[in-house]
Structure formats: structure tokens, C-alpha cells
């Protein structure tokens, strides 16, 4: 009986798959496609385990390798033929004593089908029978569909077989070619050929046939551009230049041999005027074009025919706008779309050079003259030789015509001055990595990044909007990895379109990596690396090192001083003023070199004691490459002793920032006046606490603990409590790290004023408790008694005032005996406010009076502020309020001359109760002014302690006002405030006015 066998078709010319009676087959997980893409590479022949093996696993197959190969068999054995049993005839895939075979029939295999047809075309061509040579072989490229084995892992078993099928289909694509050619068909190769010769740029029989094709299709320039662009490849990959059947042809086209088949007009001698035929070059526009409405709007407008007319506004006869902007920005793309949209503006041609200004030897101006020549008729018998005279004559041929020639990647003014036209009715659009400042009467057009609605918009036509917003949180991962920078964009995208079984999530991932995002934005030809790289290889020596440099910095955001500090190696800048000198104006110098070349952007200019400084950025992803050169190119010790430079450059000027704010200028080593710094300090806020995390992460531990020292009564001052908490935690992991029993002591003290300000008291209190502890076994009295303040503070109020008392009265002990004046009023001041929240306000007075003596002494005036504060705190409690207003009305000018809004708020609360606490309705009124602007400066803060305060006081004075429903509502609102703080004798007294108030509104319900 005959068995009539399944057919099924085997695809490998692409994704591996098999498809039998029109559906595709389930070919399982990774390593049985493995396995079958080997079996199919030796069809029809028997496969021993051990082939398998290597091909599945490589050289380290498990131990259950070969029983995993028999598993993986069956169940593709029931997949090709389901409905056979071992051993019978129409089992497709057999198990003997040689191995596993696979049985594939005649005409199902596409690699079996290719390799049949293109060697028919071959045969065909050999007979020059080229008609039937391009069916055939037209017919076995038609089969592929991507790489071959797509997906499948290649091991050693499979790699060489991949290469051979490769080769085979460029073979294939080159005869393809030939035929062509040899039909007269030359102009529908060009596209096809280009795609190749950028896949496979260094195979030079590729560059022939698109030079041919070229030159066939009235495109000699082009042919000629080809050539460049196959020599440069040469050049920079393989150091070698191309070889002698490249060079004839070359050789052929410049000197319009009859032999190479030129069609009679492209060899005729310059047309006339009235014959003048378009020449039309621009680039095909790219169809996912999105966005830069405004900007092609403004473009057009400059360099449109109007704009050139006599008595127009332009500022040259002939319209020049400058295209720039960063690697990968978009600039081609947007010059290609202008092009296209002007193509009615400019009917007697658009001309198009890619002058390839950031790789290679740079082209003369001469030899681009000659390849326009050409491109425009003239032969190139009548080229003359000297560039002025090309230049004349190229000028004399668009003159009072309307031409727009499209520059691309222009290094520097010389290479296009003569290449721009002379005459109105034409423009020249310029595109350059670097700025060409130079040439004077140009528009110079900044071309900037996406913004979220632009990169948002070409992802969507990419890959699909469905898909897309199957996953939002994952898109935006990837357009935030992605920066607005469109090369970017476009290789993520095509990641994506290209891998449809891929969730979008998965990309993002890949993307979270600085280290590895680089790598991971690389598609067929497309590369965010190979764009940058092409810019970093022109730039000067000192200039590449300083971008190198900026890759070192914590963020790619960095103050004008940080990239100098980075670069300043004291060996070789000297000890003298002209030393350090000269070495900020070599610095200053590479900075405009990057700015130049759109590697570096100026961010904002800042006001800093009076002058006006820039800070810079460079694009995220141009910072991932800046530290990865900077990882290949310098040596550790430079790279460790540079970001060294600019930690301690951030430390010196947190800490003088630092003692500004708090004691107005007693350091002596700030920047500025105290309100430019309260500035300045707002404006590095990201840029300071960056710097820590990095510092931490990166092992720097003296610059580490340094910065949070000096971060940590900023941070208290300012309110910054996110960035506080932030900045310690950072601290404490670099200091446990480190093995540093003093470092983590002090940070865990950090912390815990982070958490006790936050109102996490349980957490502050075990983290002070083992601070302290810590820090008294080492002997290190002096971080003890500071810890111990802080902690007074903290607790006074909230049930612990004995413990409070006593840290208060070590501490102040302790610093009177280290000779630390001010830490010994810090501990008064914490003593005084223990007393007044225990009630023994005589005591608090005679606490705080020396310590206001001591503060005037030393200049310290917020330290004066705060205990003045206190001290008109405690005189309240006493009842002798004209005291206390002398007191408060001092403490809060000096708040508001320091800035210092926490102080200014409490300031005004004590006015408030001064006025509020005695009772009447005449004071009460009094109270409600100071108390409504404490509260609004508690609320922008986030001081919660101060909120609950307010309100006790608000609620105590409408209550003497008679207004019981407000009060009401404000004394429930510190109720609440001080449970939820842990302030219990508060929550009592806020708890009896409240009843008392709710009894005389009637609310008997309470």
C-alpha cells in the first residue's frame, strides 16, 4: 500500500517554521527549534546525539542532555505527523542506530527550493540568457524573509551553516544584479543595492553594482559619492583602500568611458540654457515623518523664493539656513522633508550632497565640485582643474535658475563656502553636527530633541498604538530611556516592530541600564553609538578628553565649575595663579569645542555673587557614551582622582553655602551673600543630593559622610525632608559598607532627625538610642553631645521630658568642656526648651538668657534667632509679654534677613499665643493675623508640629472672639495633629479646650 505523506513546508530563509495544510505548526520552546533547525540543516541524513547535543547546548550540555534530546524528538515527532506511529511509513522524524533522522520531500524545504533556483539562474547567466538568469534568481531571493534560522540560538553547529546560507544569498542578489544590468534595467537596482552595500559595506563587488546601476540611471554623481563612501568604509575598518577593479570603475565614470554603457545623453557635452533638465537628487522621504510642524513652517519661510527677492528681509541674497542640533536629532530627516515640500518653489532642481563631515578623510571642496559637475551634464573631459574655476562654473549653470542644494553633514565653513549658489532664485540648506558659527549672513537653526507629544507620536506609527497602550507604564520607561533623541526613538520602534512577540515591558528593561542602553538602541544599521561615535572621533584631543570627563560626572546636568574640577590634575596645572589660570581657559576652550560640535548644550545661566555663569547638559544618551569612552580611554587612577575633584568642589561649597545660611558668612569661604545662596542652594538642590547617591554608589566615603554633614542643617532649614532622608540613607549604606563605625553612627543620627521631623518618632528614637550608644563606646564625645541635642528636641514634648532634661544638661556639659561655644548654646537652647515643656518657665529663662549673651559674642544670628525664640517662649508662659515681643519682634527680623521660613513661621506663632493665651476679645483679635501667616508657611513646608500648634492657638483665640464653630473646627484639628505626633500633655490641653468650646456652641454630642 502507498503512503500518501503530509506535506509540509519548511521555512529557514528567515523565523524558523513549518506549516502544513496552511497552519502553522507549534514548534515549541527554544532548544527543540534547535534541534530541529539541525535536523533540517542534514535532512534526509542521520544526526547523531552528540551533533544535538553540541547544537542545542554548546559546549556545556547537562547531564540529562541526551534524554532531553529523545523528549524534544518526540514531541516533534507528533507535531510533523501526528497521526503516525513509531516505526510506521509516514513517521517523519526517526530514531535508528546512527542518530535521528528527519525526512523532508522534495520541494518543501525553501533552503532546498533557494539553492535549486539559484543555481538555475547561474546557469542561465553563464549562457547569457539573462532573462531567464533574473526570473530564476528574482524567484530565489523572493523565498527569504530575513535572516536565516531567525530566533534559533547559533551554536559552533549551526554558526557556519548561517554563514553559508548568507554568502549564498548575496551571490545570489550580485548574479541577481548582473542579469539586470545586462537587461538595460539599472534604475529599479539603485534602492536595493544602496540597502546592501550598508549592510555589507566592505564587499566591493556590492559597491560595483550600485556604481554601475548608478551611472546607468543618469546618476553619475551619485556613483562617484558611492565610491567615496566604499573607499572611507575601506579606510576605517580594514585600513586598506579599495582594490583595482573598484578603482577602474571609478577611473570609467569620471572619464564617461563608452565601454561602462552610459546612455548617449549623460556623455553629451554641458546643455544649453533652454535645455536645462531638472536634476533632482533629495533623498526618499521618510514615510513615519512626525512632529517639527513650527520649525518647517519657519525654514521654509527663510529660505523659500521670497526670501531671496532684492528688499526682502533676508540678510543675503541667497538664502543659507544651517541645520544643527545634536548626534541623531533628526537634522537629514527634517532637511529631506523641507526638500520635498519646496520642490515647487524650486523646479529647475534639487541637488543633494552628503559631504559625510564627522567620519573619514574630509572631501575637498574641489572633488564635490567635480561629482555636482557631473551630476549637472558636463563631462568630465570639460571639468577644470582649479577649485575656483569648478566653482564659477557651477555657479554660472544654476545661476537665475531656482535650485535648492541640500548640504548633509558639513564638517566646517570652508568645506560648502564654495559649494553655496550665487545667485537669487536659489538657497542652500545646511545640515552640521557642529555650529558653523562662521558663516555670518546664515540663519543658524538650533534642531532640538522631541518633545513627550513627538516621541509619543512616532513610536505609535512604528509599532502601534494598541500595543502601546496595552502597556503605558512600560512605554513610558522607554521614552524617558530614549530622551526625545529621534534616532533613538526610531531604533526602539523598529526593535519592537520587529519583534511582535515581544512585550513592550521587555525592551524598557533592557533600556534601564545606562551601561547596557547603548548597546540595546542598535537595529540592522541603525545605532545610537555609531551616530555619537562619528562625532566624538572629530573632536580635538583636549576637547574628547573633557567630554570623556562629563561621562565621570554624577548626572549629564553639571554647574560650570564641576567639568573644569574634573579636568584640573594638580601635577599639571602648577601652584601659581597663571597655572590655575591657564588651566580654566583650556578647560573654557574644550567646553565651546563640545558646545560647537552640539555634543554639550548651555542649560540656564545663573546669577551667583553678581556674575552670570552658564551650567551645561549633554543628552542623556550622549552621557551614557561619554562614560563609556571614559571607561576604555583613561586609566582608573585619573578617572577616581577626577570625580574626587569634583565631589570635594560640591563639599566645598555645600559647607560654605552651609555656614552662610546659618551663621552669615563667619566661614568665610562662600560664594556670595547670604540671600544669593538661600539661591543657590535651591538651584543645586538636585545637583547636591545627586551628588551623594553617586558618591555612595560609586565608593567614595569621606565625600560621602562630608556632604551629608554638610546637607544636613540645609536640609533642616529648608524643609527639604525627602532629599534629608535621601542624603543620610545614602550615607549609612556607603559608611556600613566601609566598615566605618563612626560614619554610620553619625548617619544613623541624621536619620533619625529625618525621621523625628516626619514625625516617625518610634523609628527616630531606636536609631538615636543606638547612635548614641555607638558613638559613647568609641569615645567620640563630641558627635555624642550633638546626637543627644537633637534628640532633647525631639522628644521634650512628646511624654519624655526627664530623658530630654538629661541629654540637654550632658550635652551642654559636654560642649563647655570641649570649648565648642556654640554647640554649648545649641544645648542651652535645647535645655531651655525641656524646662518650658515641663512647665518651669523661670528656669528655661535663666537657661536661655546666657545663651543669647554667647550667640551676640560669636555672630551666630540664627543661632540668636532660635534662642531669642525660645527665650520669649518661656517669658509667655511667665506673663511678662513685653519681654517676650522685644524678644519675638528680634528673632523674626533676623529669620526674615536669613530667609529662614520654619523660624519666621514659629516666630509669628508666638506672637500669635502672646496675644491669643492672656484671653479678652481686644488681644484675642490681635492673635488672628500673626497665627493665619504662621499657618500658611507651616502648610507650604510640610511642618506638621507647627500646623498643630497654630491651630491650638487659632482655636483659642476664636473661641475668646465667640466664634465657636471656628474654633471648634481649628481645636479639632490639633487634637488630631498632636495625637498623630505623639504629644500627649498638647493633646490634653488641645482635648479640655475643645470640649470647653464644643459645651458653649451647643455641640453636646462631642
Not at 533540517?40 to 553540541?54: H, I
Not at 581657559?585 to 558646545?595: E, G, M, N, P, Q
Not at 528636641?793 to 538629661?806: K, N, P, S
Not at 542651652?828 to 525641656?834: A, C, P, Q, V
Request: charged share 25%; hydrophobic share 45%.
Amino acid at each position: 500500500m502507498r503512503v500518501v505523506h503530509t506535506r509540509v513546508e519548511f521555512k529557514v530563509l528567515g523565523p524558523l517554521a513549518a506549516v502544513a495544510d496552511g497552519r502553522v505548526l507549534p514548534l515549541g520552546g527554544p532548544k527543540q527549534r534547535t534541534l530541529l533547525a539541525m535536523l533540517l540543516v542534514n535532512a534526509n541524513t542521520a544526526v547523531s546525539g552528540e551533533r544535538l547535543c553540541d547544537a542545542v547546548w554548546g559546549e556545556a550540555p547537562p547531564a540529562s542532555a541526551q534524554a532531553n534530546i529523545r523528549s524534544y524528538a518526540a514531541v516533534l515527532r507528533k507535531v510533523l505527523s501526528p497521526a503516525a506511529g513509531p516505526g510506521s511509513g509516514d513517521d517523519r522524524l526517526s530514531q535508528g542506530n546512527g542518530g535521528y533522522r528527519l525526512r523532508v520531500f522534495p520541494g518543501e524545504a525553501d533552503l532546498h527550493r533557494f539553492e535549486l533556483l539559484a543555481a538555475r539562474g547561474r546557469t542561465a547567466l553563464a549562457a547569457g540568457e539573462h532573462r531567464a538568469a533574473a526570473d530564476a534568481l528574482e524567484e530565489a531571493l523572493a523565498l527569504w524573509r530575513g535572516s536565516p534560522f531567525e530566533g534559533v540560538a547559533h551554536h559552533d553547529a549551526l554558526l557556519g551553516e548561517v554563514a553559508r546560507l548568507e554568502e549564498a544569498r548575496l551571490t545570489a542578489f550580485e548574479d541577481h544584479a548582473e542579469a539586470r544590468l545586462a537587461l538595460g534595467e539599472p534604475r529599479e537596482l539603485v534602492g536595493p543595492l544602496r540597502a546592501e552595500t550598508a549592510r555589507y559595506p566592505l564587499r566591493e563587488s556590492l559597491w560595483a553594482k550600485l556604481m554601475t546601476a548608478q551611472y546607468r540611471s543618469h546618476q553619475p554623481g551619485d556613483a562617484l559619492q558611492s565610491y567615496a563612501l566604499a573607499r572611507t568604509a575601506l579606510r576605517d575598518e580594514l585600513g586598506i583602500d579599495p582594490g583595482d577593479a573598484l578603482r577602474r570603475l571609478h577611473h570609467a565614470i569620471l572619464t564617461r568611458d563608452p565601454e561602462l554603457g552610459a546612455p548617449p545623453a549623460a556623455a553629451q557635452p554641458a546643455r544649453p540654457a533652454d535645455a536645462w533638465q531638472p536634476t533632482v537628487q533629495v533623498p526618499s522621504d521618510d514615510s513615519d515623518f512626525v512632529g517639527r510642524g513650527p520649525l518647517l513652517e519657519r525654514v521654509a519661510a527663510l529660505i523659500g523664493p521670497a526670501a531671496g527677492r532684492p528688499g526682502s528681509t533676508t540678510p543675503c541674497a541667497v538664502p543659507v539656513a544651517i541645520l544643527t542640533g545634536l548626534p541623531g536629532v533628526g537634522k537629514t530627516a527634517l532637511a529631506t522633508r523641507l526638500a520635498h515640500h519646496l520642490r515647487n518653489d524650486f523646479p529647475d532642481g534639487r541637488l543633494f550632497v552628503h559631504l559625510d563631515g564627522t567620519r573619514g578623510p574630509q572631501r575637498t571642496p574641489g572633488a564635490i565640485l567635480a561629482n555636482l559637475l557631473l551630476s549637472l551634464g558636463v563631462p568630465g573631459s570639460s571639468i577644470p582643474e582649479a577649485t575656483e574655476e569648478r566653482a564659477a562654473l557651477y555657479r554660472s549653470l544654476i545661476a537665475d535658475r531656482k535650485v535648492l542644494v541640500l548640504l548633509d553633514d558639513a564638517r566646517d565653513e570652508a568645506q560648502i563656502r564654495m559649494l553655496l549658489p550665487g545667485t537669487p532664485g536659489s538657497a542652500a540648506l545646511v545640515t552640521s553636527r557642529t555650529r558653523l558659527a562662521g558663516l555670518t549672513d546664515a540663519h543658524l537653526i538650533d534642531v532640538a530633541p522631541f518633545d513627550d507629544e513627538e516621541s509619543q507620536d512616532l513610536l505609535r506609527r512604528i509599532v502601534g498604538p494598541q500595543r502601546l497602550a496595552a502597556e503605558p507604564e512600560a512605554t513610558g520607561r522607554i521614552l524617558a530611556a530614549c530622551a526625545g533623541l529621534p534616532l533613538a526613538l526610531r531604533v526602539a520602534a523598529a526593535r519592537l516592530a520587529g519583534r511582535p512577540d515581544w512585550q513592550v515591558r521587555r525592551l524598557a528593561d533592557r533600556l534601564a541600564d545606562e551601561r547596557g542602553v547603548l548597546a540595546e538602541l542598535t537595529v540592522g544599521d541603525l545605532a545610537v553609538r555609531t551616530c555619537v561615535a562619528a562625532s566624538y572621533h572629530g573632536l580635538a584631543p583636549d576637547a574628547a578628553r573633557a567630554f570623556r570627563a562629563i561621562g565621570l560626572l554624577p548626572a549629564p546636568e553639571f554647574p560650570c565649575w564641576a567639568l573644569s574640577a574634573a579636568l584640573l590634575d594638580p601635577a599639571d596645572a602648577g601652584t601659581g595663579d597663571d597655572g590655575a589660570a591657564g588651566h580654566e581657559r583650556a578647560a573654557d576652550r574644550a567646553t565651546d569645542a563640545l558646545i560647537d560640535a552640539n555634543l554639550v548644550q548651555i542649560e540656564q545661566i545663573e546669577s551667583l555673587n553678581g556674575q552670570r555663569q552658564p551650567r551645561y547638559r549633554m543628552h542623556d544618551l550622549l552621557h551614557a557614551y561619554a562614560a563609556e569612552r571614559a571607561l576604555a580611554d583613561e586609566p582608573e587612577s585619573w578617572r577616581r582622582a577626577a570625580v574626587a575633584r569634583v565631589l570635594d568642589g560640591w563639599l566645598t561649597r555645600a559647607r560654605a553655602a552651609g555656614d552662610q545660611l546659618i551663621r552669615r558668612g563667619t566661614g568665610g569661604h562662600a560664594p556670595g551673600a547670604a540671600g544669593d545662596l538661600v539661591g543657590w542652594l535651591e538651584s543645586e538642590r538636585t545637583g547636591l543630593v545627586t551628588a551623594v547617591g553617586f558618591a555612595a554608589s560609586a565608593g567614595y566615603g569621606p565625600q560621602t559622610a562630608g556632604l551629608a554633614a554638610a546637607l544636613e542643617d540645609v536640609c533642616h532649614l529648608r524643609n527639604w525632608w525627602d532629599e534629608w532622608e535621601h542624603v543620610a540613607r545614602a550615607a549609612l549604606d556607603r559608611a556600613t559598607a566601609d566598615g566605618d563605625p563612626v560614619a554610620v553612627a553619625v548617619a544613623q543620627g541624621s536619620l533619625a532627625r529625618a525621621c523625628a521631623v516626619r514625625g516617625r518618632v518610634d523609628d527616630a528614637l531606636t536609631r538615636y538610642a543606638g547612635a548614641i550608644a555607638q558613638l559613647d563606646a568609641l569615645g567620640e564625645e563630641h558627635h555624642a553631645a550633638r546626637l543627644r541635642i537633637h534628640r532633647s528636641f525631639a522628644i521634650a514634648d512628646r511624654g519624655m521630658a526627664q530623658l530630654a532634661h538629661e541629654d540637654a544638661v550632658s550635652a551642654a556639659a559636654a560642649m563647655n568642656r570641649l570649648g565648642d561655644k556654640h554647640g554649648h548654646v545649641m544645648a542651652l537652647r535645647s535645655l531651655g526648651f525641656t524646662l518650658s515643656s515641663q512647665g518651669r518657665e523661670a528656669e528655661a529663662v535663666a537657661a536661655l538668657e546666657p545663651a543669647v549673651a554667647t550667640a551676640e559674642r560669636l555672630g551666630h544670628p540664627l543661632a540668636l534667632a532660635d534662642v531669642l525664640q525660645l527665650l520669649a517662649w518661656a517669658e509667655i508662659g511667665r506673663g511678662r509679654t513685653e519681654r517676650a515681643a522685644r524678644h519675638l519682634h528680634r528673632a523674626l527680623a533676623e529669620y526674615r534677613s536669613l530667609r529662614h521660613r520654619p523660624g519666621e513661621a514659629y516666630a509669628l506663632l508666638a506672637l500669635g499665643r502672646m496675644h491669643a493665651e492672656p484671653g479678652g476679645p481686644g488681644r484675642a483679635a490681635w492673635a488672628l493675623a500673626p497665627l493665619g501667616q504662621a499657618a500658611a508657611i507651616f502648610t507650604e513646608l510640610g511642618e506638621r508640629r507647627g500646623e498643630a500648634l497654630t491651630a491650638l492657638w487659632l482655636g483659642s483665640a476664636h473661641a475668646a472672639l465667640g466664634d465657636r464653630d471656628t474654633a471648634v473646627s481649628h481645636l479639632t484639628t490639633a487634637l488630631n495633629g498632636f495625637r498623630s505626633l505623639r504629644m500627649p500633655s498638647w493633646a490634653e490641653r488641645a482635648r479640655q479646650e475643645l470640649d470647653a468650646a464644643a459645651r458653649s456652641a451647643g455641640l453636646t454630642d462631642r
